[in-house]
Nanobody, 122 residues
Framework: QVQLVESGGGLVQAGGSLRLSCAASGRTFTYYTMGWFRQAPGKERVFVARISMSGGSRSYADSVKGRFTISRNNAENTVYLQMNSLKPEDTAVYYC???????????????WGQGTQVTVSS
């Protein structure tokens, strides 16, 4: 089992920045690809970013590429999502998740946090 707890969400104006954190506990953190997903009101949960076990590979959804950066600190069992140039359409609940696979499909992620709300005002 892996327990994931997100933090860092909040209300920010368009153009602003936020940094989300996800603290992991339980099984060895470095066994997992870590991902960030988001779910806007009335919409499905979608992939945002992922980072490989070592941190050497990263990928992003087209909608956030160039604005968001995913990183991880394996010594501290934490994954981050730095979000810059935020837009109102980035408003959503953001979830971190852990997968034994290198995937952007939520169905292949085994463990999920409870989510943190990000609201971007125009």
């Amino acid at each position: 089992q892996v327990q994931l707890v997100e933090s860092g969400g909040g209300l920010v104006q368009a153009g602003g920045s936020l940094r989300l954190s996800c603290a992991a506990s339980g099984r060895t953190f470095t066994y997992y690809t870590m991902g960030w997903f988001r779910q806007a009101p009335g919409k499905e949960r979608v992939f945002v970013a992922r980072i490989s076990m070592s941190g050497g590979s990263r990928s992003y959804a087209d909608s956030v590429k160039g604005r968001f950066t995913i990183s991880r600190n394996n010594a501290e069992n934490t994954v981050y999502l730095q979000m810059n140039s935020l837009k109102p359409e980035d408003t959503a609940v953001y979830y971190c998740a852990a997968s034994a696979s290198w995937s952007s499909s939520g169905s292949l992620y085994d463990y999920w946090g409870q989510g943190t709300q990000v609201t971007v005002s125009s």
